[in-house]
C-alpha cells in the first residue's frame, strides 16, 4: 500500500492522490460498519440500521470534511520522499538563453537545468524559450480518473432515472377518495407522531405498497389496495407509514449516492444490501410490536411479494416486499424470541457522538512520506566535451635580479 501511495502521489496532479486517499477512508468506515453490525447480531434491526445510516453518511461527507478540516499529516513508514520530488511533473521546460556548446562530432549540444540536448532542431528550440515535453497517449491517470468517472456517471444516471420515475408515477396517481383507507392513514400517522401531510395515492403502474418523498411524503398503493380486509390495510399502512417516521427514502438516497462514488468498492455494495434488510426487518418490527400476528403478517408479505414491481422505482422509493429478501424476512418474522425494540434516543445520540469521534480524525488524517535522504548532485557535462581553459595567473611575479 505505500508503494501504492507513493507512486500516485509522485505521478502528478492533486485529484487522484485525494481520490485513493478519500477510497481507502471509506474502506474503513465500511469495516468499521460490518464489524459493528456483526457484534450487534443479537440487537435489533433498528439498531443494525442506524450503524449503517450512519456509515453511509459519513463516506458521503468524507470528501467535504476532508477539505474543511486542517490537514493532520502522519509520515507512513516505508514512503520516503526522493529529494526535489513533487506532485504535479511541469510540461514545459523553461530556458532564458541556454548556452550552446559544439562536440568533437560536429553535433550541437544545449544543456538547460542539467538536461542534455544533442540535436541542433532541439537545441534551436530551447532558443526560443520553451520545450513541449512529449506525453503518452495512454496516461495511467487519465485512464484511472475517466474509468471513475464513467462508473460514476452510470450509477447517477440510473439514481436520476429512479426518481424520474418516481415522480412521473406521483404525478399520473389519482388520490385515494376511500375513507378507510384515508381514515387509518391518519389515524396511525398521529399515533406515529408524522407531522407531515401523507398523501394516499393509487397507481395502475405499481404492484406492492411504496412511500415516497421526505418533505411531502406519498403512499403508494396498487389498483387493487380497494378491496383489501381491515387487518391488511392497517398492517400495509403501518409498515409504510414507519418508513416515512423513520426518513427511510432520504437514507435510501443517501445510500444510493454512497454507492455510486464507490462504485469499485465491494463494500459500498454489500453495505447497501445490508442496509435495505435491516430497513424491512426494523419496519416488520414495529409492525409486529403492535399487535399484528406474525403468521399473518408473513402471509401477508407473500401475497404482496407476488406482484411485479417496476424495478427503476425500487432504484429510488423503499418498497414493502422484494422476492430476494423475503426469505431471511420471513425466519426474523416468525422468531419469537427476536429483539424487536426500536432504537432510543439515548442510543442514537451515542452513535452520533462515536460516528462523530471517528469521522473527524479519518477526515483530516493525511498519508504524509517521511523526509527525504539528501544526496549528491552530480553537474551535468556534455558528452565529449573539450577541457576547460585553464585560468591565467594574474598574481604578480617577483621580480628576478640577475647576478
Same mark, same amino acid.
Given at each position: 500500500?505505500?508503494?501504492?501511495i507513493?507512486?500516485?502521489?509522485?505521478?502528478?496532479?492533486?485529484?487522484?492522490?485525494?481520490?485513493?486517499?478519500? =477510497?481507502?477512508? %471509506? #474502506?474503513v468506515? *465500511?469495516?468499521?460498519?460490518?464489524?459493528?453490525?456483526?457484534?450487534?447480531?443479537?440487537?435489533?434491526?433498528s439498531?443494525?440500521?442506524?450503524? /449503517?445510516?450512519?456509515?453511509?453518511?459519513?463516506?458521503?461527507?468524507?470528501?467535504?470534511?476532508?477539505?474543511?478540516?486542517?490537514? /493532520?499529516?502522519?509520515?507512513?513508514?516505508?514512503?520516503?520522499?526522493?529529494?526535489?520530488?513533487?506532485?504535479?511533473?511541469p510540461?514545459?521546460?523553461? @530556458?532564458?538563453?541556454?548556452?550552446v556548446?559544439?562536440?568533437?562530432?560536429?553535433?550541437?549540444?544545449?544543456?538547460?537545468?542539467? #538536461?542534455?540536448?544533442?540535436?541542433?532542431?532541439?537545441?534551436?528550440?530551447t532558443?526560443?524559450?520553451s520545450?513541449?515535453?512529449?506525453? =503518452?497517449?495512454?496516461?495511467?491517470?487519465?485512464?484511472?480518473?475517466?474509468?471513475?468517472?464513467?462508473?460514476?456517471?452510470? +450509477?447517477?444516471?440510473?439514481?436520476?432515472a429512479?426518481?424520474?420515475?418516481?415522480?412521473?408515477?406521483?404525478?399520473?396517481?389519482?388520490?385515494?377518495?376511500?375513507?378507510?383507507?384515508t381514515?387509518?392513514?391518519?389515524?396511525?400517522?398521529?399515533? *406515529? &407522531?408524522?407531522?407531515?401531510?401523507?398523501?394516499?395515492?393509487?397507481?395502475?403502474?405499481?404492484?406492492?405498497?411504496?412511500?415516497?418523498?421526505?418533505?411531502?411524503?406519498?403512499?403508494?398503493?396498487?389498483? &387493487? !389496495?380497494?378491496?383489501?380486509?381491515?387487518?391488511?390495510?392497517?398492517?400495509?399502512?403501518?409498515?409504510?407509514? !414507519?418508513?416515512?417516521?423513520?426518513?427511510?427514502?432520504?437514507?435510501? *438516497?443517501?445510500?444510493? !449516492?454512497?454507492?455510486?462514488?464507490?462504485?469499485?468498492?465491494?463494500?459500498? /455494495? #454489500?453495505?447497501?444490501?445490508?442496509?435495505?434488510?435491516?430497513?424491512?426487518?426494523?419496519?416488520?418490527?414495529? #409492525?409486529?410490536?403492535?399487535?399484528?400476528?406474525? !403468521?399473518?403478517?408473513?402471509?401477508?408479505?407473500?401475497?404482496?411479494?407476488r &406482484?411485479?414491481?417496476?424495478?427503476?422505482?425500487?432504484? @429510488?422509493?423503499?418498497? +414493502?416486499?422484494?422476492?430476494?429478501?423475503?426469505?431471511?424476512?420471513?425466519?426474523?418474522?416468525?422468531?419469537?424470541v427476536?429483539?424487536?425494540?426500536?432504537?432510543?434516543?439515548?442510543?442514537?445520540?451515542?452513535?452520533?457522538?462515536?460516528?462523530? &469521534?471517528?469521522?473527524?480524525?479519518?477526515? %483530516?488524517?493525511?498519508?504524509?512520506?517521511?523526509?527525504?535522504?539528501?544526496?549528491?548532485?552530480?553537474?551535468?557535462?556534455?558528452?565529449?566535451?573539450?577541457?576547460?581553459?585553464?585560468r591565467?595567473?594574474?598574481?604578480?611575479?617577483?621580480?628576478?635580479?640577475?647576478?
Open positions: 500500500m505505500n508503494a501504492l507513493q507512486s500516485v502521489s509522485t505521478s502528478g496532479g492533486d485529484w487522484l492522490p485525494f481520490l485513493l486517499d478519500t =477510497s481507502l477512508k %471509506a #474502506v468506515v *465500511l469495516l468499521l460498519a460490518v464489524v459493528i453490525t456483526a457484534g450487534l447480531r443479537s440487537a435489533s434491526a439498531v443494525r440500521h442506524h450503524v /449503517w445510516t450512519l456509515a453511509f453518511v459519513s463516506i458521503v461527507a468524507l470528501p467535504f470534511v476532508s477539505r474543511s478540516l486542517p490537514s /493532520w499529516e502522519v509520515a507512513v513508514p516505508g514512503w520516503r520522499a526522493e529529494v526535489g520530488e513533487t506532485r504535479s511533473a510540461t514545459r521546460i523553461e @530556458a532564458a538563453d541556454p548556452p556548446v559544439a562536440t568533437p562530432r560536429g553535433e550541437v549540444a544545449s544543456r538547460s537545468g542539467g #538536461v542534455t540536448f544533442a540535436r541542433p532542431e532541439i537545441a534551436a528550440a532558443r526560443a524559450g520545450i513541449e515535453v512529449a506525453r =503518452s497517449p495512454l496516461d495511467p491517470k487519465a485512464v484511472v480518473l475517466w474509468a471513475w468517472l464513467a462508473g460514476l456517471v452510470v +450509477m447517477l444516471s440510473r439514481l436520476a429512479g426518481v424520474c420515475s418516481a415522480w412521473l408515477t406521483t404525478r399520473r396517481a389519482e388520490p385515494v377518495a376511500d375513507a378507510r383507507w381514515g387509518v392513514v391518519q389515524e396511525l400517522s398521529d399515533r *406515529l &407522531g408524522i407531522r407531515a401531510t401523507v398523501r394516499v395515492l393509487v397507481s395502475d403502474r405499481i404492484a406492492t405498497p411504496m412511500a415516497w418523498g421526505t418533505l411531502r411524503p406519498v403512499l403508494l398503493l396498487p389498483s &387493487g !389496495a380497494g378491496s383489501w380486509s381491515a387487518d391488511r390495510r392497517r398492517a400495509v399502512a403501518l409498515h409504510e407509514l !414507519a418508513h416515512i417516521k423513520r426518513r427511510d427514502c432520504l437514507v435510501h *438516497l443517501i445510500a444510493q !449516492a454512497g454507492r455510486a462514488i464507490h462504485w469499485f468498492n465491494p463494500l459500498a /455494495w #454489500v453495505g447497501t444490501k445490508r442496509l435495505r434488510a435491516e430497513r424491512e426487518r426494523a419496519c416488520d418490527d414495529l #409492525v409486529l410490536t403492535s399487535g399484528t400476528r406474525s !403468521a399473518d403478517y408473513a402471509r401477508l408479505l407473500l401475497d404482496v411479494a &406482484g411485479r414491481a417496476d424495478r427503476r422505482l425500487s432504484w @429510488a422509493t423503499v418498497s +414493502m416486499a422484494r422476492p430476494t429478501e423475503l426469505e431471511g424476512r420471513l425466519l426474523a418474522i416468525l422468531d419469537p427476536r429483539d424487536r425494540r426500536g432504537i432510543g434516543r439515548p442510543a442514537a445520540i451515542a452513535a452520533l457522538g462515536l460516528s462523530l &469521534g471517528v469521522l473527524l480524525p479519518l477526515a %483530516a488524517f493525511q498519508a504524509a512520506p517521511q523526509p527525504p535522504v539528501p544526496r549528491a548532485v552530480e553537474p551535468a557535462v556534455a558528452p565529449d566535451a573539450p577541457p576547460a581553459p585553464e591565467e595567473d594574474r598574481r604578480a611575479l617577483p621580480a628576478v635580479v640577475p647576478s
